[in-house]
């Protein structure tokens, strides 16, 4: 039996940051980040809203849509670098406010790609037979760690939360097969300190060459290739370099997902949201095969082929 994501949710935070918002605080322009990065708003959350908050509010509406009860959770894995603080972990603080008594938990801090690693640790549980529902969770308060100052990276990141139950599902369906790597050498050209730190050209030579190679090790992997691509999910990190994994991977325009022009970037919650908006516009049916690929810092990267359904 193979596993799956059988339910899903996401959450955005309400309030709507636009580029003219932030064209009256720094020294930037509504034109040069659309055509830059292809952002046009993004999600911030207000001070009282935390990281737990809203992987919390993603999480309920992954547990209702995979039919479950909290109490049947196994594991619950959330992949964030904006935890509201080193310990305890978001996992536990979400352990407690669903009632996940059962449920083991550790956050796993792989930036952009942690929804990526958090996926297939959840497959190795499951495959295995230790474990049946695992609740992962992508989320980012990016906004509490950006420098307001630095237009350099101010006006790239956003807020939000998307979450999954992954559990078995039918023979032939759910993640087919997967490609995760590292390369901490490359650590220095994307990191925090206080706030976020990046060295912009460096991480995008990095994530053009890998989006595209990491998608087609994945698909190799379960013997597919580019042309058995139903719906690509890049990380919305930039319109263009999701643009060139596209051309490198020959899916149709139609046929990747483009939300980073209402959410920004929003680091390991990027993927999940997108699946979410995308199912909701009928985009993705059963039996679809689909690629997720992430990148970020660390250096860190991880692509997924999946058969759609339960
Ligand atoms: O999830 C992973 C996280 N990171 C990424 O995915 C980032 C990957 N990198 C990128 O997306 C792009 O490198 C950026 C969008 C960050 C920058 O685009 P770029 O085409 O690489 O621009 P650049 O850094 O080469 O800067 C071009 C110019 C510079 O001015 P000068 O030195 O040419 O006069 C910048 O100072 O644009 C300037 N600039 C801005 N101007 C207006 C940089 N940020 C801004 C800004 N508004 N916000």
Redesign the pocket.
């Known amino acids: 039996m193979g596993a799956g994501i059988v339910g899903i949710g996401k959450y955005v935070p309400e309030r709507v940051v636009t580029n003219a918002d932030l064209e009256k605080v720094m ?3 509504d034109e ?2 659309r055509t ?2 292809g952002i046009e708003e993004r999600r911030i959350a207000d001070d009282d809203t935390n990281t737990s908050d809203l992987a919390y509010r993603a999480a309920l509406e992954a547990i209702k849509n995979a039919n479950i009860s909290p109490e049947e959770i196994d594991l619950i894995l959330v992949a964030t670098v904006t935890p509201d603080r080193p310990f305890p972990s978001v996992s536990c603080m979400l352990q407690e406010r669903l009632g996940a008594t059962k449920a083991a938990a550790m956050d796993i801090s792989a ?2 790609a942690g929804f990526m690693y958090g996926l297939v640790t959840a497959k190795q549980f499951i495959e295995g037979g230790a474990y049946k529902y695992i609740l992962v969770v992508g989320v980012e308060k990016l906004s509490k760690v950006t420098n307001w100052e630095d ?2 990276t101010a ?2 990141f956003g807020d939000g939360a998307g979450a999954a139950i992954v559990g078995p599902v039918s023979e032939g369906r759910g993640i087919l097969s997967f490609d995760l790597g590292a390369d901490g050498t490359g650590g220095k050209h ?1 990191y925090q300190d206080e706030y976020i730190i ?1 060295n ?2 460096e ?2 030579k990095f ?1 053009v060459r890998q989006m595209g190679e990491s998608s087609l090790r994945a698909l190799e992997k379960s013997g597919l290739t580019k042309e058995d691509i139903d719906f690509l999910f890049p ?1 919305q ?2 319109i ?2 999701m643009e060139s994994a596209r051309q490198r991977l020959d899916v149709p325009e139609e046929k990747m997902s483009k939300t980073v022009n209402k959410y920004g ?1 929003t ?1 390991a919650a990027s993927i999940p949201i997108s699946i979410v908006d995308e199912l909701e516009a009928g985009k993705i049916k059963d039996d679809d095969i689909i690629v997720m690929v992430g ?3 660390g250096l860190t990267w991880g692509a997924i082929v999946m058969r759609w359904g339960r």
């Open positions: 020294d930037t322009s040069w980040i830059r990065t930036a952009c237009r350099n006006v790239l994307l990046m912009g050209r991480v995008f994530a990380h990190a930039n263009r370099i970037n680091s990148f970020g810092g």
